[in-house]
Nanobody, 115 residues
């Protein structure tokens, strides 16, 4: 079992920055990939970014060059640095971790970007 707890969301003006954190506990040594999805009101949950245990990263095109995912394996924390935020980035951001074929999810953290 893996437990994930996100933090760092909030309200920010367009062009601003936030850093999200996701702390993992439990069987963290079994986690292969960790990353983030987001879900805007009335929309499906969409992929944002991932990072492998070896540091390989991938991003959805809409956030490339603005968001950066990183991972502290010693502390079992994944970060998502959000820069140059836009109103369309407003969503609940969910951290996830993959162990084998199982995805674990955090409870989500709200990011709101005002005009």
């Amino acid at each position: 079992q893996v437990q994930l707890v996100e933090s760092g969301g909030g309200l920010v003006q367009a062009g601003g920055s936030l850093r999200l954190s996701c702390a993992a506990s439990g069987s963290t040594f079994r986690i292969n990939y960790m990353g983030w999805y987001r879900q805007a009101p009335g929309k499906q949950r969409d992929f944002v970014a991932l990072i492998s245990s070896g540091g390989m990263t991938n991003y959805v095109d809409s956030v490339k060059g603005r968001f950066t995912i990183s991972r502290d394996n010693a502390k079992n924390i994944v970060y998502l640095q959000l820069n140059s935020l836009k109103p369309e980035d407003t969503a609940v951001y969910y951290c996830y971790g993959v162990v084998g074929a199982t995805m674990y999810w955090g409870q989500g953290t709200q990011v709101t970007v005002s005009e």
